[in-house]
């Protein structure tokens, strides 16, 4: 399961990138196969991560990085969607962007350090 979470992970933040190319150069939105695509590997993902997250808790590892990750997620795909909303403004879209790759970036540093206890 680790494996097909991590080729999903790579394969959402390959799709953001697209995304956000196809917005910040072209200001052009992604066709609707992108958004419909974007949909399915958060759902994935997000199943994926709840499995891996169940197998964690049955053996009481600590679980503190994978709230921090559950908690940049939702601020990745809440930003990911105002920036690539058809309504948004350019600079929206800038930031939006903006947050969303910092997210990402935290997400995988958290997948990679894995700390054992933030408090």
């Known amino acids: ?3 097909l979470h991590t080729l ?3 394969l959402v933040i390959g799709l953001f990138i697209y995304q956000s190319y196809l917005v910040l150069s072209a200001q052009k939105r992604p066709p609707r196969v992108i958004k419909i695509a974007n949909h399915i590997l958060y759902a994935l993902i997000i ?3 709840g499995w891996m997250l169940m197998q964690l808790l049955s053996v009481n590892a600590p679980i503190q ?3 921090a990750k ?3 997620l939702i601020a990745a795909i809440s930003s990911s969607i105002k920036a690539f909303s058809p309504n948004a403004l350019p600079s929206q ?3 939006g962007v903006s947050i969303a790759t910092i ?3 935290g997400i995988v540093v958290l997948a990679y350090t894995k700390p054992a206890n933030f408090f």
Do not use: E, F, R
């Open 1 to 3: 399961m680790k494996h």
């Open 8 to 10: 999903l992970a790579l």
């Open 47 to 49: 199943a994926s991560g």
């Open 65 to 67: 990085w994978v709230l």
């Open 70 to 72: 559950i908690v940049l």
């Open 93 to 95: 879209t800038k930031v």
């Open 103 to 105: 997210a990402y970036i």
